[in-house]
């Protein structure tokens, strides 16, 4: 029985997986009318943060595994000391939930990343700035936030003032040098608690206004050596971490041709949908693997080039009504939809194209996306 809290995309393309290797899920939703809702029949709707409901929850499962970042690391670590099997470890995963743990850590671990400090008021952020060449600076939020909420960019004192004021005083702001970069990439690779490895191509990534919107696996054009050093990278952070289940390493290639980490996440990651269609063995099934210290599968790419595009929630009511143009068009084309009500911006789905051709495969998969949104 792998537990699983969080019942949102990545639990319900678990599910798609978990149904080969023949392991039940148990999922703790929030509501049952959610992504993974739908699909894992053995759902509890309950609060993840209240602890007393997470408890009597995860003490049925063999291991307790995520759908996101959000459970508290002391629930984690009392759930731990009651006897409970979580994967990612508390002591691992806080370095995806909390910014700042993330950042001292990969610096003593002499892991390339952007200058930063953490910042208390204004005056820290304008200090901050005059030692990476002036304005603008990032700031970020330490802990709560994902698709780019909690993230901001601020070009002088006063635009400091304004994002210290909104955020809440419990929580650590980190500010950040603006890293010019070409392009972002993202590394990921499961960890069994034996300590195998098995690590996936570096992808590239493209955000907009914080949502990762394409993806390319492999990430074309990039130098070997730079490949070679990302994934490295990444390993050393999952075995020096000690991170079970995947870890993703999302990267900035600078103009400058080097590698920096972003951040990190320790569940399956929205730069690997990809491998459901286009590796031997997917993210979701190697997170599984992985958690359930069985066997890792073989990521390697089956097909030259695969090309993930989001759905995001667009002007379309439903999706159903693209359909039939996106399959008659494009047999070839993978389609995953996530059982979600249709929201502006919100990621509802995802198309994935393969092939030989890039400029081609990318065409599919924009135009299939596209089409969905009822762009
Ligand atoms: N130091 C930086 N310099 C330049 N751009 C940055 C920097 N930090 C973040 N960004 C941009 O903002 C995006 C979101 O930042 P980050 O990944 O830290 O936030 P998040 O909300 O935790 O993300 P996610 O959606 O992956 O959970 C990045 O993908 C990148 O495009
Ligand atoms: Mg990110």
Known sequence: MVGVVGAGQLARMM????????VPLR??????????????????VGDYTDYDTLSTWAKGNTVVTFDHEHVSTAHLESLVADGVIVRPAPGALVHAQDKVVMRARLSSLGVPGPRHAVVEAADGVAAFASTVGGFPVVLKTARGGYDGKGVFVVDDEAGAVGVLASTPDAVAVLAEEKVGFRRELAVLVARAPSGQLAAYPVV????????????TAPAPDLDPDLAVEAQGIAMRVA????????????????????????????????????SIDGAVTSQFENHLRAVL????????????????????????????DGFPHVQARDPQIR????????EPGRKVGHVTAYGDNLAEVRERARHAAAWFEGT
């Not at 599910?15 to 023949?22: E, F, K, P, T, V």
């Not at 289940?245 to 972003?262: I, K, M, P, Q």
């Open 239 to 274: 075995a020096e971490l000690g991170v079970t289940g995947l870890l993703a390493v999302e990267l900035f290639e600078t103009t400058d041709g080097r590698v920096l980490v972003n951040e990190l996440a320790m569940r399956p990651h929205n730069t690997g949908h990809w």
């Open 15 to 22: 599910q798609q997986a978990a149904i080969g290797l023949g």
């Open 27 to 44: 999922l703790l939703a929030e509501a049952r009318d959610s992504s993974a809702g739908h699909v894992i029949t053995d759902t509890t």
């Open 335 to 342: 389609v995953h939809l996530y059982g979600k009500q249709v």
């Open 204 to 215: 590239e990534s493209v955000q907009r206004q914080g949502i990762c919107v394409e993806v």
């Open 293 to 320: 210290d069985l066997p890792l599968g073989d990521p390697t790419p089956r097909v030259r080039w695969s090309v993930m595009v989001n759905i995001l929630g667009g002007d379309a009511p439903t999706l159903y």
